[in-house]
Nanobody
Framework: QVRLAESGGGSVQAGGSLRLSCSVS????????LAWFRQTPGKDHEGVAS???????TYADFAEGRFIISRDVADNTLYLQMDNLKVEDSGVYYC?????????????????WGQGTQVTVSS
């Protein structure tokens, strides 16, 4: 069983930054693909970014150049640094984990999810 818990959400003005954190309970989580997803108003869960067990990252087009996903193996923590935030980035952000051959941020491929953290970007 893998347990995940997000933190770091909040309110920020457009152009600002937030850093989300996700603590992962499983000791060998380094073998897992980890990812961030979000659910914005009126939309289903969409992938933001994923990172594999050797640090290889994949980003959604909207995240490329503004968001950075990283993982700290020693602290069992996943991060998402979000810069130059836009109003349309507002929503609930979730971290997720699972084992897979090809690590990519597709919601249906992840079996373990956190509870989510709210991000609100105002104009």
């Amino acid at each position: 069983q893998v347990r995940l818990a997000e933190s770091g959400g909040g309110s920020v003005q457009a152009g600002g930054s937030l850093r989300l954190s996700c603590s992962v309970s499983k000791p060998d989580y380094s073998l897992y693909c980890l990812a961030w997803f979000r659910q914005t108003p009126g939309k289903d869960h969409e992938g933001v970014a994923s990172i594999d067990d050797v640090g290889g990252a994949t980003y959604a087009d909207f995240a490329e150049g503004r968001f950075i996903i990283s993982r700290d193996v020693a602290d069992n923590t996943l991060y998402l640094q979000m810069d130059n935030l836009k109003v349309e980035d507002s929503g609930v952000y979730y971290c997720a984990a699972d084992r897979m051959v090809h690590c990519h941020p597709a919601p249906g491929d992840f079996g373990y999810w956190g509870q989510g953290t709210q991000v609100t970007v105002s104009s």
